[in-house]
């Protein structure tokens, strides 16, 4: 089990900056792949960025060259480092935690709460 909590979000104008942060408990992030994931109001949610146990990283279109994930084990956290913001990033983001145990070939997802986050002026 993996107990995860986001802190960070806030209310932000455009062109401004805000690092998420997700915290671990319950077991250590460095076997888990980490996610940001985002939800709009009436939208579903979407995967924002991804880093796997190796370090590697893929973003969403929308956010490439603006956001920035990264993991520090030592600390079992998660943060998304977000730039140039923008009214459209605006919505819930969660932090999700994913392995698969490959004998089983059994996923285990593991959810934050969220946090919000809004871009206005």
């Known amino acids: 089990q993996v107990q995860l909590v986001e802190s960070g979000g806030g209310l932000v104008q455009p062109g401004g900056s805000l690092r998420l942060s997700c915290a671990a408990s319950?077991?250590?992030?460095?076997?888990?792949?980490m996610g940001w994931y985002r939800q709009a109001p009436g939208k579903q949610r979407e995967l924002v960025a991804r880093?796997?146990?190796?370090?590697?990283?893929n973003y969403a279109d929308s956010v490439k060259g603006r956001f920035t994930i990264s993991r520090d084990n030592a600390k079992n956290t998660v943060y998304l480092q977000m730039n140039s913001l923008k009214p459209e990033d605006t919505a819930v983001y969660y932090c999700?935690?994913?392995?698969?145990?490959?004998?089983?070939?059994?996923?285990?997802?593991?959810w934050g709460q969220g946090t919000q986050v809004t871009v206005s002026s």
């Open positions: 999700n935690a994913h392995r698969t145990v490959v004998i089983t070939n059994t996923p285990y997802d593991y």
């Open positions: 319950g077991s250590i992030i460095s076997i888990y792949a």
């Open positions: 880093i796997t146990t190796g370090g590697s990283t």
